[in-house]
């Protein structure tokens, strides 16, 4: 039937059949929050590069859980901002760590929210790459070694998920197979299995006090010139057992989004990365775009590719426009 007995705007003319018809929903449950926890006490220290965006001491970490709770957003990803750094990025492995006492404190007070961490070297290297460096690359295999003793060490402390986004290759298997000899077959693992080599994380340096020395990761991160290879990476990680994959950055990538999700049935998280967040904090300040009405645009339509969920910095600014 064509046109005019057929006349697509008859279910468009009034609210409720709107709503009826839709077939994206996006709600305060398919959030997740990104924290950054620092040293010390009562820190709310603002990222320059991120407006609305704090590094925290762990007690207004704890403050933050509890609004996010009231929020009805579950769930939080850690990223820790140490204090001193190291050539290997050991300091991430310590049992007493900033993540490792953050997690502690956030389950002793929490035990339901949600805590995924991140699991990378880059914030605790002194040249800020993401691995060990041997004969001036970024050494695969060694850096295995270091992420497997880290991810143990924060499930130790209580992380529900562990999130690898350092890219290196088997670092899926590596960290199962770790945490399956522990007895941590229950621990989910959330791989960045898609993640390009972006100017988008530009915001994210300075957020965590990356040395940005090296800012190039295009021996490790993809190239965004490609598209199939994320199909590699997916089936790799599938078959190292990843539970979930999180494709990263997400706005300029839903077409990688989409065609993961048509091609496997595995959940896949959607990162709304931090230049993503900080191009629309810029235009909103200039009064250019509504923010809160682009922000759900934004959001909708990384579920409308297929996100099962998002991981954003935009969760709490919105929350209150949600379910
Ligand atoms: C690496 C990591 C990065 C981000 C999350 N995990 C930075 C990078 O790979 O360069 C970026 C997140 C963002 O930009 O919001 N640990």
Redesign the pocket.
Known sequence: MSYPKTRLRRLRYNKAIRDLVDDTNLSTTDLIY?IFVCEGKNIKKEIKSMPGQYQLSIDNVLKTCDELVSKNINSIIL?GIPSKKDEEGLVAIDNNGIVQRAIKEIKKKNKNILVIV?V?N??YTTHGH?GTIKDGDVDNDSTLKNLGSQALSLVNAGADVIAP??MMDGRVKYIRDILDKSNYHKIPIFS?SI?YASS??G???NATD?STNFTD?KTY?MSFKSSNEALREAEMDIKEGVDVIII?PALSYLDILYKIKSKYNIPVIA?N???E?SMLKAASEKKWIKSKETIIEILTSMKRAGANAIITYHALEVSDYLN
């Open positions: 990104p990223f991140d990378c880059c914030q993401c986004s350092d960045y993640k988008f994380y915001p994210f340096r990356i990761r991160q990263k990162y990365v931090s230049g967040y």
